[in-house]
């Protein structure tokens, strides 16, 4: 059974909307094991940090670092989603926007909402800074991260 994106969407929406009292715990176990109405999917969660380390550090991620670690997930673990944080949200959709199992959170979200999201996935790509490492702490799982950072300043 091939779940479409917004299906999925929807049903987290209503299960927050319905829920506003849920505990971590509760939603990565939501995640982990759907209800049997749902197929069951790896959720991998990706930060991708640009703003003030690409102008001010110089350190920009590649594309084909993340597709690397992307395909790596997918080669590792069967049913693999993508949910992807990023202060250049607009840089993530014309990079990796086109891949179906890719979700980035909404432009709505602030960083509380994203480390939220991305602390419920089961396994992490990092790029740079401490938040993509909170991230991945807080998920616990596997970890991919890129060998280009941290670089000497």
């Not at 380390?53 to 690397?68: A, E, H, R, V």
Request: charged letters at 15%.
């Amino acid at each position: 059974m091939r779940i479409k994106h917004g299906t999925v969407w929807n049903y987290s929406v209503n299960f927050y909307a319905n829920n506003s009292r849920v505990t971590h715990d509760t939603l990565k176990s939501f995640l982990q094991h759907p209800p049997s109405t749902l197929q069951r999917v790896t959720w991998i969660g990706v930060h991708i940090r640009r703003g003030d380390f690409l102008t001010f550090f110089k350190i920009d991620t590649s594309t084909s670092y993340l597709n690397w670690a992307i395909n790596y997930y997918r080669q590792r673990y069967v049913n693999c989603r993508f949910l992807i944080a990023s202060d250049d949200k607009s840089y993530v959709k014309q990079h990796l926007g086109t891949f179906s199992d890719v979700f980035i959170t909404p432009p709505i979200f602030f960083h509380g909402h994203d480390l939220a999201a991305l602390a419920l996935a089961e396994h992490s790509i990092l790029t740079a800074g401490t938040y993509s490492w909170w991230t991945a702490w807080l998920a616990g799982g596997n970890v991919v991260h890129d060998l280009n950072y941290p670089v000497p300043f």
